[in-house]
Every structure is written in structure tokens, then in C-alpha cells.
């Protein structure tokens, strides 16, 4: 049995903008093998919040990023998707890189895998443009760290809060 099997559904979301990062289509394959529908969903949603928290970052920071940088990257990360995918998440990350949504809104709601992958493209794309490899994977370790501690209840070193009196 493979270590995918062992893994949660935010470890292998991680696992699979990692795979994108790289640009290793086995390690994208192998972090959304085996799926189930819920676990397809779980993934999902941990890549949208995801997605969320790195847009929010790069506003509150003012962080922009060049188009062309954006449309280099999603050609880049794209081709690892697989192959009934690539065409259509790189087009729809190099129309979202010029400011149109729609194609990425079309992708993304035709199916789930689809939207897994399309949303795991866009945060690979955007994060290896707002931070470079080295300072993504180090962005990706700290979400899994705190991703991992909301999905499993509070870390084991925390203390718990004490009620304030007025």
C-alpha cells in the first residue's frame, strides 16, 4: 500500500500544488489517487483556502505580479497536470493572469477533479510568482503546519484560554 493511502485529504492538497511546483506530473497523479468523493471535496476545499489566504496576503501586502511572470508560470505548471487537463487549466490560469475569471469559473465547474487541479495550478502559479520555489515551499510548510493544527484541534503544546473577567 502506497503512502498516499495514509494520508489526509490537506496533506495530499499540499502534496499536489508541491507536485505542481515541481513540475512532477507523477507526484500530482500520485498525491489524487484513489479519491473518494468526499475526500475530492476536503481537497478542494483546503486548495480554495488556500488560494484565498495567498490572494489575501499578496493585497494586504501590496505584493503585484507581472502578467507575462503569471503567464510563464502557468504554462510552466500546467504541464504537469494531466493530459485531458493541461490545455484547458493553462488557458484558463493565462486568461486569469490577463483579469478574466470566467474561463477559470467555466473550468472549475465542470467537474471536481477539474476544479482540484485548476485551483491547485492557480496557487502554484501565484506563489511561485509572489515568493519563488524556496520561499513557497516554506509558505506550503507553514499552511500544513497550521492547516494540521485547525483540522486536528489545537496543538499538543498549547495552552488552553483562560476566560477573561471583566
Not at 500500500?1 to 494520508?7: E, P
Not at 520555489?133 to 495552552?159: I, W, Y
Amino acid at each position: 500500500m502506497s503512502d498516499a493511502a495514509h494520508k489526509t485529504p490537506p496533506d495530499r492538497a499540499l502534496d499536489v500544488v508541491r507536485g505542481y511546483m515541481d513540475h512532477d506530473g507523477i507526484a500530482v497523479e500520485e498525491a489524487l489517487a484513489g479519491l473518494d468523493a468526499g475526500s475530492w471535496m476536503e481537497v478542494y476545499a483546503v486548495l480554495s483556502g488556500l488560494l484565498r489566504s495567498t490572494v489575501g496576503i499578496m493585497e494586504v501586502t501590496g505584493r503585484q505580479w507581472g502578467v507575462a511572470q503569471l503567464v510563464r508560470h502557468a504554462d510552466e505548471v500546467a504541464a504537469a497536470a494531466p493530459p485531458h487537463y493541461e490545455f484547458a487549466v493553462a488557458e484558463a490560469t493565462r486568461a486569469w493572469a490577463r483579469g478574466d475569471e470566467a474561463a477559470m469559473r467555466t473550468l472549475s465547474g465542470r467537474d471536481l477533479p477539474g476544479a482540484v487541479h485548476m485551483t491547485a495550478v492557480g496557487v502554484a502559479v501565484l506563489g511561485l510568482s509572489l515568493w519563488g520555489r524556496a520561499g513557497f515551499h516554506d509558505v506550503l510548510k507553514e499552511f500544513h503546519e497550521t492547516v494540521t493544527a485547525l483540522t486536528n484541534g489545537r496543538p499538543s503544546d498549547a495552552r488552553p484560554l483562560e476566560p477573561r473577567h471583566p
